[in-house]
């Protein structure tokens, strides 16, 4: 088998899941138990496509043979191997938690096929070297996920999937008009070909204005699904409504789908354009430099909104999901760092992409608790539970290692992610981005610290003085725990993970030859 | 060919304008049916204006282009690719939200969203 077909590979396991999972639903077991072998043979096809890829190589396979722009592409690079790397990481131990966590009902009935349709739109996503199949792979993730937080169907839950599917509904017709427009403009849907006739607008009578305005439609549509401020109100209701393991999938890998896009797009394909800009405080020519700006305030916004309104919740649920808005704030102020200066984006891309990782690990680790915690003892609620470092050590411990990596305590993965927000900054000079990095990290403390203070330490209440956790999902806590505690120690490969990841986002012409576009002339084939 | 163009597009501009605005304006409603039929609308006007894209002035079928008619008389093939596959997802999400529709009722008693939100 030829090396380039590796990239297929991880779809084609997720999707041969889902539909061995949805025929086998009268076997209960055996659904289980392919549901389980999928997810681990998707992690180990993503490990070997890792191998493959890392250092510098970019696998493409052409979809039925048609050469680049004519067929559809899927590319994977180090970013998209990085990415595919953190979802295999946090599915294995969501997959099995939730098969003792989801009740039976639900598992037989579409719990398996749904979750496995989600890892093949998350993975879609990331190998996708087409900007329209980029929107059909987040419409077959979306689809699997509204599904999944309507999943116990109760009044709130309800709710919350209404405001999610309408939000989102609304963000695709978005998607479909930007993706639309930049296809008039550019003449092409392939990435690299419109990077390619971006870079050389002349050449191919692209007028590059419209792409300005074209990309910051876009833009919204990614930050919705980031669930940067002001486009975050979906994401406590739907977080909280989310069966756990689903809350932790929706977290930590669906959605640094929105992460993944902003990464790839606006500094890969969108970087090489150059728009004179001239609005006050923006400075450059390129189209990213009106991102600078743009991207830090909405950093700022939203590492202070979830910061604050996570401190002032009073359940686990609701809290880890407010302070889900304020973390993602500290991916995008690198990234905004990165925008705005040039010499500058290796460093910051690095600084998201550990941060990306931190953040997919311990707020999948940190959900997976609150679940634990609410199957035993009902509720997440502080007034009634309490207590809980005496009576379930293993739990309490996770949501320690959990709690301190969102902190940045030394030696786990957040210390890194936090370390290099931090260098990004003073590199920059930025003592604005600094103020934002420093008040989100003392929110943090203060809403870990509170959580710490109120659900785990102090006396045991009724709700909690005889509880007894799953083994299986306590396990899968300390999976993960030892995941953010191992990747801390042994940081010297995942940073130069990030690092060829960051670099193959910012080579464009590296991505460009890789994926051997043909070239058009007269309309004709060349 | 330029007059019978730049008619078709004219209107369609006007059309999707039209669309656009009753999408929003149905989108915005306290009922949530209306919302759903906002969001159908909405995402129709992007078909549309989708196909809008594929320089609608071309008048030949793409098969007859072997041979004859200079380029530029073709319409877009791809663009009526991508509204095809657009149309299907659409279909998918609005019956969703649909059935979402009805469980909300079950649910809640009332498709008002104003009332929804004070169910907890």
Redesign the interface.
């Known amino acids: 088998m030829p090396v380039n077909h590796l990239v297929a590979v991880p779809m084609l396991i997720a999707i041969s899941t889902a539909i061995v999972t949805l025929l086998t639903k009268g076997a209960p077991r055996v659904q289980r138990g392919l549901s389980f072998l999928g997810v681990l043979g998707y992690a180990a096809s993503v490990a070997v496509l890792v191998t493959a890829v890392v250092p510098g190589n970019v696998l493409t396979y052409q979809l039925g043979a048609w050469p680049a722009p004519f067929g559809i592409t899927l590319v994977a690079d180090s970013l998209s191997v990085f990415m595919l790397a953190i979802s295999a990481t946090v599915a294995v131990p969501a997959l099995v938690f939730s098969v003792r966590f989801v009740d039976e009902f639900g598992q037989r009935l579409s719990y398996h096929p749904l979750f496995h349709f989600m890892l093949v739109g998350v993975t879609g996503s990331f190998l996708t070297g087409d900007i329209?199949n980029l929107?059909?792979w987040f419409?077959v993730m979306l689809?699997s996920t509204?599904?999944l937080v309507?999943f116990y169907?109760?009044?709130?839950h309800?709710?919350a999937?209404?405001n999610y599917?309408?939000l989102n509904?609304?963000g695709?017709?978005?998607m479909?008009?930007a993706i639309?427009?930049l296809?008039?403009t550019t003449g092409t849907?392939n990435m690299a070909d419109i990077a390619t006739r971006l870079a050389d607008p002349a050449a191919y009578g692209v007028d590059v204005a419209p792409v300005l305005g074209l990309s910051a439609l876009l833009f919204v549509v990614f930050a919705l699904k980031a669930g940067i401020v002001p486009f975050q109100f979906w994401v406590p209701a739907a977080y909280k409504a989310a069966p756990a393991p689903v809350t932790a999938m929706l977290a930590g890998v669906v959605k640094k789908v929105g992460v993944y896009a902003i990464i790839r797009l606006y500094f890969g394909v969108f970087a090489a354009a150059t728009v004179p800009v001239s609005l006050p405080g923006i400075s450059g020519d390129s189209v990213l430099a009106f991102y600078g700006p743009v991207m830090f305030v909405l950093a700022t916004v939203s590492v202070v909104f979830g910061g604050v309104a996570a401190i002032g919740r009073d359940d686990l649920d609701g809290l880890l999901a407010y302070s889900s808005i304020g973390q993602i704030g500290f991916i995008i102020l690198p990234l905004a760092i990165a925008a705005t200066i040039p010499d500058l984006r290796g460093i910051a891309i690095v600084a998201a992409l550990v941060y990306t990782l931190n953040h997919a690990l311990a707020k999948a680790l940190l959900f997976l608790v609150a679940g634990t915690v609410e199957e035993v003892a009902g509720t997440t609620d502080f007034h009634a539970v309490s207590g809980l470092s005496r009576v379930a050590p293993v739990v309490t411990g996770s949501f320690l290692v959990g709690g301190l990596a969102l902190v940045g305590i030394p030696p786990l993965t957040g210390f890194f992610g936090k370390l290099f927000v931090f260098q990004t900054a003073v590199d920059a000079g930025s003592t604005g981005g600094l103020i934002v990095a420093l008040f989100g990290a003392i929110l943090t403390i203060m809403y870990i610290s509170r959580a710490w203070n109120r659900g785990f330490w102090g006396e045991p209440t009724t709700a909690t003085e005889s509880i007894d956790p799953d083994p299986t999902e306590v396990a899968m806590l300390v999976v993960l725990a030892l995941a953010i505690v191992l990747l801390g120690v042994g940081f010297d490969p995942v940073y130069r993970f990030a690092d060829a990841a960051s670099q193959a986002a910012l080579d464009q012409q590296a991505y460009v030859d890789a994926v051997q576009l043909q070239v058009l002339s007269?309309?004709e084939h060349a | 060919m330029t007059g019978s163009a730049v008619l078709p597009e004219t209107v369609l501009a006007i059309v999707l304008g039209v669309l656009f605005s009753l999408g929003t304006f149905l989108v915005l409603r306290r009922d949530v049916v209306r919302v759903v039929w906002g969001v159908a609308i909405l995402s129709q006007s992007a078909n549309v204006y989708l196909v809008t894209m594929g320089h609608i002035g071309g008048s030949v079928p793409v098969l007859s282009h072997h041979g004859g008619g200079g380029h530029g008389a073709v319409t877009d093939p791809l663009v009526q690719a991508l509204v095809l596959t657009a149309i299907v997802i659409g279909f998918g999400t609005t019956a969703f939200a649909l059935v979402l529709t009805y469980r909300v009722y079950e649910e809640h008693g009332t498709i008002d969203t104003a009332e929804i939100r004070e169910v907890r």
Do not use: D, H, I, W
């Open positions: 329209f929107f059909v419409e689809m509204y599904v309507v169907g109760g009044a709130e309800t709710r999937a209404l599917v309408v509904l609304v695709s017709a978005v479909l008009l639309g427009g296809y008039a849907l007269g309309g």
